[in-house]
């Protein structure tokens, strides 16, 4: 029989629509259910692309006899924590602090008032090392619920009480200075893996954050340092497994130290911010293989993450099925030298061997080996292009990873954002214009008349859950970048809409900021975190949304609120460094200004072309970029500014106070260098 999710709009839960489980979704309905019937509520916590959800799904959630006494027994609940990332926040705090770790499938029980009483995430359908089946859990619960009610009323009491007072010495409002930049620096050096690139040991995820406050310290101090780690890094990931040497787009993370093997699944948010940190690493370099990543990564993100309303996917699964039959990670992306064989024919095959490091031993399982680039050149030329080629139509045959097809409004913020960059440096129109269309959708579907925002949507309807945030935040980034690319004012005024709704919705006291609305639904905490988690933390990603805004208007109420929000920066930039990147970017750029770029000409004019796209790919941190027509209104920056002896200019200021304007590019150049 179907069950309760079979009417959802979230690829996640609809995979669990045919369950034996009798699934609820998060609602006050199934808390009633569950105080009427007097059990607790099992919280099941995942989302689509997530290998050991599907795992737990095929061991536990589709047993007959599983499903049938936990039903019995309990109210299930599932939610998608990318639908509900509230939801997953706070009860994920509550998993960490009993267990010391987290991740997902999330397995909560809770109490019929919401309250968390016993923790975990994936459970087997048998003990495993020293681990307990998921019916010995199901079991214990239930009669510790039966016979120790009390007991577990005070341990649900006492969790609640322990949230409520968690909170972080969140700071002043004065934003982080050079000292405290330069200490976060010191402390990424001290993680920093010389040898392969990144930071800390196995798994080890893209540090898309942190790489792009290493590019912003650069470009403002000139350390080399900061360059080359950052170079380093990307080098090392574009070589590795964790990257997708034939479709190009990164993997989650990869699961030891060297980049090799990595958790297939990718997401959208890592690619478009992993796109956008080697455009920038390009605009830093001029690297050969910076701008093939960022044009490869950004036409991944377009063949395979677009959907047809113009938005972009979550995410492609990690598994998908073999030829014969059998379901399995990596299925889809890895090789065996049998069938480079089959493909390319000896000689071909022995150079791809060679290119990509495919052994007959295999690096990953039975033989099988991911693709990584093994010494030599990393130029595509030749026979190597006619090998990728040749690989990739092949691999085009293969069962493909199932797909995430939702549309998560920050996520796709962070796409726009991206795109619009990548497409303006490299000029390529079609990806600008396909952060128009995202952004097109973002503002009919996602966008309502009072500025409030979806979460998510599917097949161009709005689905029922509001947005946090990191919705608004990162959406308001992806049209300020939009802005700047196609020198449309409109794109800045709905930034300005959105940011005005978190001024008024999410700010709390002294500057801090909430993940939930003001008049969101209450859940035990109202959840709050400035750390960079997966993408930037919807507090950080809010503070550089409001300064960019604040520069390109002039607004003190924005500036004000961004310098408040970056006081917690000052407080964790030299004790977790890689875990507050996107606020330390942010804070360079309060540090640099950031600068107000205004460039005034005709359009068709050569001049004003070389000089817009000087400005574009000036790399003072976080500079905003005006361009328009004398006297247009497109922009508050482009006032009062007018040609130089009849020439095409540029205005660079800080603060609104401008140096002399300048129609020569090279000159705009040193002036954003």
């Known amino acids: 029989m179907a069950n309760r999710l079979s009417g959802s709009t979230s690829p996640y839960l609809l995979q669990h629509a045919d369950n034996p489980v009798d699934w609820w979704p998060w609602g006050d309905e199934a808390f009633a259910q569950a105080r009427e019937r007097g059990v607790p509520v099992l919280l099941s916590v995942g989302y689509s692309s997530c290998h050991w959800c599907h795992v737990m799904a095929r061991e536990s959630f589709e047993d007959e006899a599983t499903a049938a006494y936990l039903n019995e027994h309990f109210v299930p609940v599932k939610v998608d924590r990318e639908e509900r990332p509230d939801v997953d926040a706070v009860y994920m705090e509550a998993v960490q602090a009993a267990t010391g770790q987290g991740g997902w499938p999330m397995t909560v029980f809770l109490t019929p008032a919401a309250e968390p009483f016993y923790f975990g995430t994936y459970f087997p359908p048998e003990p495993r090392q020293g681990m307990a089946s998921f019916r010995q859990v199901l079991e214990g619960v239930h009669a510790a619920w039966r016979d120790r009610r009390a007991e577990v009323a005070e341990v649900a009491a006492r969790v609640v009480k322990d949230l409520a007072g968690r909170s972080l010495a969140y700071g002043g409002t004065t934003p982080p200075g050079e000292s405290e930049l330069a200490a976060a620096l010191l402390g990424l050096t001290r993680e920093y893996d010389s040898v392969r690139g990144g930071f800390g040991g196995a798994p080890k995820f893209p540090p898309s954050m942190a790489l792009e406050f290493l590019l912003r310290h650069h470009a403002r101090t000139g350390a080399e340092g900061a360059l080359q780690m950052a170079q380093d890094t990307c080098e090392a990931m574009a070589r590795g497994g964790i990257y997708d040497q034939l479709g190009g787009g990164f993997a989650r993370y990869s699961v030891d130290r060297d980049w090799l093997v990595p958790h297939f699944e990718k997401m959208l948010y890592d690619n478009a911010l992993l796109c956008r940190v080697y455009a920038h690493l390009w605009r830093a370099t001029g690297s050969d293989l910076a701008r ?41 992306y890895v090789w065996t030298p049998h069938e480079l064989r089959e493909v390319l024919g000896e000689a071909d095959a022995a150079l791809a061997a060679e290119h990509f490091g495919v052994t007959e031993e295999g690096t990953f399982e039975e033989g099988a080996s991911v693709l990584r680039l093994v010494g030599g050149d990393l130029a595509d030329a030749g026979r190597i292009a006619s090998v990728r080629e040749r690989l990739l139509a092949a691999r085009e045959a293969r069962p493909r990873p199932g797909r995430d097809d939702k549309v998560v409004a920050a996520w796709n913020g962070l796409a726009v954002a991206a795109l619009a960059e990548t497409g303006a440096y490299f000029e390529r129109p079609d990806l600008v214009a396909a952060a128009v269309d995202a952004a097109d959708l973002l503002v009919r579907v996602h966008m309502d008349e009072h500025a409030r925002l979806a979460r998510t949507s599917r097949d161009g ?8 945030l990191e919705d608004y935040a990162d959406v308001a980034e992806g049209f300020l970048a939009l802005a700047a690319v196609t020198g449309e004012g409109v794109w800045l005024d709905f930034a300005g809409l959105l940011l005005d709704s978190v001024l008024r919705h999410f700010v709390g006291e002294e500057g801090t900021l909430y993940d939930t609305a003001d008049d969101a639904e209450a859940l035990i905490r109202r959840p709050q975190d400035p750390t960079d988690n997966a993408a930037p933390s919807g507090w950080t990603a809010a503070a550089g949304a409001l300064l960019s805004y604040a520069a390109y208007t002039g607004s003190a109420t924005h500036r004000d609120a961004a310098e408040a929000a970056l006081g917690v920066v000052g407080a964790l930039a030299g004790r977790v460094p890689r875990f507050i990147g996107w606020g330390l970017a942010v804070a360079e750029a309060a540090v640099d200004g950031p600068r107000e770029v205004a460039v005034v000409g005709a359009a068709g004019d050569p001049g004003f072309a070389a000089l ?62």
């Open 612 to 673: 817009r796209r000087t400005a574009l790919l000036g790399a003072a941190p976080g500079a905003v970029v005006a361009a328009g027509e004398p006297g247009s209104e497109e922009f508050a920056l482009l006032a009062d500014r007018p040609l130089v002896d009849g020439r095409a200019a540029a205005y660079v200021c800080r603060h609104f106070v401008c140096a002399a304007p300048t129609a020569d590019a090279e000159v705009l150049a040193e002036q954003l260098g």
């Open 292 to 332: 093939r990543v960022a044009l490869e990564t950004a036409d991944f993100m377009v063949r395979e993450l677009r959907t047809a309303q113009g938005g972009f996917a979550s995410a492609l699964d990690a598994d998908s099925d073999r030829a014969d039959g059998t379901h399995s990670e990596g299925a889809f």
């Open 461 to 468: 309807a709005a689905g029922g859950h509001v947005g946090v």
